[in-house]
């Protein structure tokens, strides 16, 4: 749609809205007689805020253009002229389209979830669909009579909940992960007998390794416990990847990497959680947690890391239920207007603060040291400090979590005063130390003190490496201890734990993968 005027456009969407249109994306020349392209989107996005933003720069205007990312969160500039649109114009705002489709939610028709807001159960399901982009309505029984009358029509009663309503009119009753899974088609039927390579865990590495296993001709299948995407799929917004200058989130990461990887030929096995891997005549058994099996020449594992549980009383009563490990972006619609609390000092909390301080009166981020500098990056201590609703509590600890049914208060300590305060709290976000994902490796794959797995030269200074290594050659740069099994990105000892470098070593293991096939 075209408008002659801003005026025009303005009063248009006006219109439009009150007719309950939608708007996917808006595109506004920079440059107009009426007022600046960016000044048009800010008036815009008051209306419709969901809709993507680009503006139409001329080379001058770059400056304007890269003011509008943090003003009126861009999403593109677009520099005049496009030609040829086919490559320059079309691909970008069809890119735009794709990612607003992704969260744009129509009038609901999908699939539905009845339970209780504060509900463990409901809040992994919630996950679950939320991870695997799969658009889904949640009815909340307390406030939601849609809910009740759709459950009491079918003869169902609360003891029974959550229960999940699919688009054909069928539903499930406190149905599993893989029950949903089932469902919904997302569990893959395996098409090889046997791999060349099979990736366990599609985080970033695990993702770039199929996406570079599949092209480069592999047998590729990789294997995930729970959504693709990883830590980085609960990030809001990834601000220094290569390439984007307005940041992108990490949901839009995961779908372009997932789609990408299935589009070469990778194959995608999930909710599968790989529970061991054994060798019999030079292959490798990835045992599941159904008790298949799935055979591969080689591995690469790329399990990344979890966050520590925070052992204080009351925290395990209310996981699930007001206080959530890592980002939870699907609870945080329920902080609105309340009191919201992040543990940690690192990056990954410092975006969920600024995420949360969306929707939430108050959020407060407790750190047991002074400042934030030693810990985060400087962009996101710029964006805390100028966002007046999030507050840092310094020296500070949680000793208790309390609450009814859900979290309804922390009580915190100041570590140097000793002084005690217990506060309200209507949710806690815990982003406290990172620990390995190998607890499940039964196998003898030498990990250092922190369990994080080793690889390359660094075996040497294991005494057992010596002992068990029985090639001519050394392990290659990513290789484990174990021949022909590789392991990259934050699971890996010694990593960058950072985006790019889980890419730039998932896609790098692919190629020792290639040498370790010409040997064997
Ligand atoms: C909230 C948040 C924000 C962040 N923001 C940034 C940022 O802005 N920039 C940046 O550079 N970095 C950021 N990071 C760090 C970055 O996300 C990580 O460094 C990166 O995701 C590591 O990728 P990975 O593939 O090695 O592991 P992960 O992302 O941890 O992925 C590992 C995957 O393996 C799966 N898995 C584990 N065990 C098994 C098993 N036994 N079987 C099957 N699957 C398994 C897990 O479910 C997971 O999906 C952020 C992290 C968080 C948590």
Redesign the pocket.
Known sequence: MSTESVQEALETLVEMKNAGDVVAIFISDQRMPEMPGVDFLQKAIKIYPEAKRVLLTAYSDTDAAIKAINDVGLDYYLMKPWDPPEEKLYPIINDLLDDWHTHYTPVFKGVKLIGYQFSPQSHTIKDFLGSNLIPYQFLDIERNDEGKHLYAVNGLCADQLPIVFYEDGSYQVKPSISDIADKMGTSTQLTNEIYDVVI?????????ASVYGASEGLKTLL???????????????????LGFPA?LS?SDLTHRAITQARRLGAEFL?P????DIKEHDGYKHIIL?NGSEVISRSIVI??????RKLEVKGIDQFTGAGIYY??AITEASACKDKEVYVIGG????G??AMYLSKFAKNVYIIIRKESLTATM?AYLIEQIAGTPTIKILPFTEVIEATGEHSLEALTLINVNTKETVTNPASALYI?IGAKP?TD?IQMGIIKSKGNFIETGRDLNSYDSFAKGWKLKRDPFLLETSCPGIFA?????AG?????????G??SMAISFVHKYLAEV
């Not at 294997?223 to 990847?241: C, D, M, T, V």
């Not at 599968?272 to 529970?275: A, G, K």
């Not at 790329?302 to 966050?307: A, E, L, R």
């Open positions: 366990i865990g599609a985080g970033p590495a695990g993702l770039a294997i995930e416990r729970r959504a693709p995407g990883g830590q980085a799929g609960s990030s809001s917004r990834i601000e220094n990847y940041g990490g999930s599968h959680t790989v529970q947690d790329t399990t990344g890391v979890d966050y890592g980002a690192g990056n990954s909390a975006q969920a990056s982003f994902y499940w990259a990105g934050d699971v890996r990593a960058m734990n950072r985006v790019a470098s889980a890419v070593e998932g």
